[in-house]
C-alpha cells in the first residue's frame, strides 16, 4: 500500500523558499478532457449611479484596477473551456494533495508543515471542493455543488469537508448530494476539475441546480426580496439598514427576511420567483442568487473600503444582473441614502 514520503512536504516547502518552479498537479495528469468548450460571451456591465465607482477606497478579494474593470463588462470576453484529470498516485494529506512535486491546498493546514501522518486508506474518487468553497458558504453553494455534478457523472464524488450544519444539509439533500467524505486517504485515482469559467455548459448546470431546488416548492410572487445581513460574519455594518428594508417594504412591496432565521424551503419560496434580491454584500445573499429567476437583479450595498465585484461573476453564471451601491463610511459602520436606493431602484427597473 502506497505511503506519503515525509520529506515531499520538505522538498515541496524548500522550493517555494528558494524560487524553484514547481508543476501543477493537474501538470501530472495521465488523461485529460474538455467538458465544456471555451467559447466569447457578452458579459453585462455592473449596474451602478454615476460617481459610485469614485467612492471606493479600498477593495476584497481583487486589485481595486480589477474591481473597477469588471464595471464596464464585456461585449465578448473569452470564457475559458471546463476541464476534466485523471491523476495517479496522490496523497491528500492534512487538507493539501501531494503528488510528485506539485501539491493543492483545499483547506487551511491543522498540523505543522514539516510532519505528516501517513494515509492509512487507499481510494479511488471525484473531487469536487475547493479552497473558496470550504473557506465560504456563498462559494460552496453556488461553486462546488455545481462540480459535484461533474464528480458524479465522472466518478465517486469525494470531499474532505465534515458535515455542516445551518442550511448545508437540506441543500445537499435538495440537490440529491451523497458524497464520501475523507480524511487524509491515498488516492490510486484521483479526478479532478477545472470549473471556474462561465462557460455554456456551467451555466447550463446553474439553471438545472435551481430547477432542483424550485422542484415540489409553491413559489410566492414578489416586487423583490430584502435579505439582512445582520452582525454575523466579517463586519459589512449598514447603519441604517432598517431604515431601506422599512422603505422598500412600504413603498415597493418588498419581503423582508432574516436568512438564519428561515428554513432552506422558506427562502425558496420566498426568492424563487422575485426579480430583484438586495441586500449588504454577504453570504445571506447566495440564497436568493440560487433560485432568482434568469434575467434577476442581485442589489448589493457595500462599504467604501471594503467593495468587491466578486458576486458578479456568480450572477453572470446565473443569468442575472448586477446592481451595486457605495456608501459612505466604513465597513464598521456605513450609510447609503434612500435616495440613492430609489433611483438605483428605477435603473434596474
Known amino acids: 500500500m502506497l505511503r506519503l514520503d515525509p520529506i515531499r512536504p520538505i522538498a515541496n516547502r524548500f522550493c517555494r523558499l528558494v524560487g524553484l518552479p514547481r508543476p501543477e498537479l493537474t501538470d501530472l495528469a495521465i488523461e485529460r478532457w474538455e467538458i465544456s468548450p471555451a467559447e466569447t460571451r457578452e458579459v453585462p456591465p455592473v449596474i451602478a449611479l454615476p460617481g459610485q465607482a469614485e467612492r471606493i477606497t479600498r477593495t476584497e478579494f481583487a486589485p481595486i484596477e ?37 501539491e493543492l491546498h483545499l483547506r487551511r493546514r491543522q498540523r505543522s508543515h514539516l510532519t505528516h501522518h501517513h494515509p492509512r486508506d487507499s481510494i479511488s474518487g471525484a473531487l469536487y471542493e475547493s479552497w473558496v468553497g470550504n473557506r465560504w458558504f456563498g462559494n460552496w453553494l453556488l461553486d462546488d455543488c455545481l462540480s459535484y455534478r461533474l464528480a458524479e457523472e465522472y466518478g465517486q464524488p469525494v470531499t474532505s469537508t465534515p458535515p455542516r450544519g445551518g442550511h448545508v444539509p437540506r441543500y445537499e439533500e435538495l440537490l440529491s448530494m451523497n458524497p464520501q467524505r475523507i480524511g487524509d486517504v491515498h488516492f490510486d485515482e484521483l479526478i479532478l476539475f477545472d470549473d471556474h469559467h462561465n462557460n455554456s455548459g456551467r451555466l447550463a448546470r446553474a439553471q438545472d441546480m435551481r430547477q432542483r431546488l424550485i422542484a415540489g416548492h409553491e413559489l410566492t410572487p414578489c416586487p423583490g426580496v430584502f435579505l439582512y445581513r445582520g452582525r454575523s ?64 437583479t442581485l442589489l448589493t450595498m457595500q462599504p467604501a473600503d471594503r467593495a468587491t465585484t466578486a458576486m458578479k461573476l456568480l450572477t453572470d453564471r446565473w443569468q442575472q444582473r448586477f446592481a451595486l451601491m457605495v456608501g459612505h463610511g466604513t465597513a464598521e459602520g456605513f450609510r447609503i441614502e434612500w435616495s440613492e436606493v430609489q433611483a438605483t431602484l428605477d435603473l434596474i427597473l
Request: charged share 20%.
Open 233 to 296: 460574519g466579517d463586519a459589512r455594518i449598514l447603519e441604517n439598514e432598517d431604515e431601506i428594508a422599512e422603505n422598500l417594504e412600504s413603498q415597493y412591496g418588498f419581503r423582508i427576511i432574516f436568512a438564519e432565521d428561515h428554513s432552506v424551503d422558506e427562502l425558496i419560496c420566498a426568492c424563487g420567483d422575485t426579480m430583484i434580491i438586495a441586500g449588504v454584500e454577504g453570504s445571506q445573499l447566495n440564497h436568493g442568487m440560487a433560485v432568482m429567476p434568469p434575467g434577476g
Open 66 to 102: 480589477a474591481v473597477l474593470q469588471s464595471l464596464a463588462g464585456d461585449p465578448a470576453e473569452f470564457i475559458p473551456a471546463t476541464m476534466g484529470y485523471r491523476l495517479r498516485d496522490v496523497d491528500f494529506v492534512d487538507g493539501a494533495l501531494y503528488a510528485g512535486g506539485a
